[in-house]
C-alpha cells in the first residue's frame, strides 16, 4: 500500500524559511518522479516543484522564482521542498505527489499525501 506522508508544515513570518519532507513507502521510490503541489482555500491545485527520479532534472512552478529548492533522497525514499523568501501568497495546503511519469498537471498524478499546512503570516 502506497503512503506519502507530509511533514514540517507551520506558521512562519513572511521573509522566513522552511523546509517540507515527504517519507514514501509502497512502491519502488527511486522509479517514480516526485513533485510538490499546493492549494489555497477556493483555488486550483497548482504545481510547485518536481524532480524527476534521475535526481538532477528538477522544474519549479512560475512562482517560485528560486525561491524553493526540491531534493530527493532515494536511500530514504524522501523527498524535499525546502522554500525561502516566504510570502503570504505562499500560504496553502502543500502535497506530496508521485507520478511514474513526470507531471506538472495535478490530474495526472498517481499518489498524494495528506498534505501538510504551511502558513505564512504578513
Known amino acids: 500500500q502506497v503512503h506519502l506522508v507530509e511533514s514540517g508544515g507551520g506558521l512562519v513570518q513572511a521573509g522566513g524559511s522552511m523546509r517540507l519532507s515527504c517519507a514514501a513507502s509502497?512502491?519502488?521510490?527511486?522509479?517514480?518522479?516526485m513533485g510538490w503541489f499546493r492549494q489555497a482555500p477556493g483555488k486550483e491545485r497548482d504545481f510547485v516543484a518536481g524532480?524527476?527520479?534521475?535526481?538532477?532534472?528538477?522544474r519549479y512552478g512560475d512562482f517560485v522564482k528560486g525561491r524553493f529548492t526540491i531534493s530527493r533522497d532515494n536511500a530514504k525514499n524522501t523527498v524535499y521542498l525546502q522554500m525561502n523568501s516566504l510570502t503570504p501568497e505562499d500560504t496553502a495546503v502543500y502535497y506530496c505527489?508521485?507520478?511514474?511519469?513526470?507531471?506538472?498537471?495535478?490530474?495526472?498524478?498517481?499518489?498524494w499525501g495528506q498534505g501538510t499546512q504551511v502558513t505564512v503570516s504578513s
Open positions: 509502497g512502491f519502488t521510490f527511486s522509479e517514480y518522479a
Open positions: 505527489a508521485a507520478v511514474l511519469t513526470f507531471t506538472n498537471v495535478a490530474r495526472q498524478v498517481d499518489y
Open positions: 524532480i524527476w527520479s534521475v535526481e538532477t532534472i528538477t
